[in-house]
């Protein structure tokens, strides 16, 4: 069932709905925060739309390469399966 939940992100109160229990709901928002916070702590001027917009960014970037190391892993786990059968 979704369930609306209150997350404080970047000083700003969001209403977030959806079927995910509100603890990892805000372990996702405590981790959008931190990014945002870490880019608005070292740049003062930053609006908090462009840390939104940084803090997606690296966060994506840090998606794609996590992807990528997992996918890596497949395939030495797959030429490792291979090499025994043989």
Do not use: C, W
């Not at 981790?31 to 917009?53: G, H, P």
């Amino acid at each position: 069932m979704n369930e609306k939940k209150a997350v404080n992100i970047a000083g700003k109160m969001y209403s977030i709905i959806g079927s995910n229990d509100r603890e990892y709901i805000k372990k996702i928002a405590g981790f959008v925060d931190e990014k945002m916070t870490e880019l608005m702590d070292n740049n003062r001027e930053l609006s908090t739309e462009r840390a939104a917009v940084l803090a997606a960014i690296n966060i994506t970037a840090d998606l794609f390469k996590a992807e990528e190391n997992a996918n890596n892993l497949r395939a030495q786990v797959g030429q490792l399966i291979s090499s025994t059968k043989k």
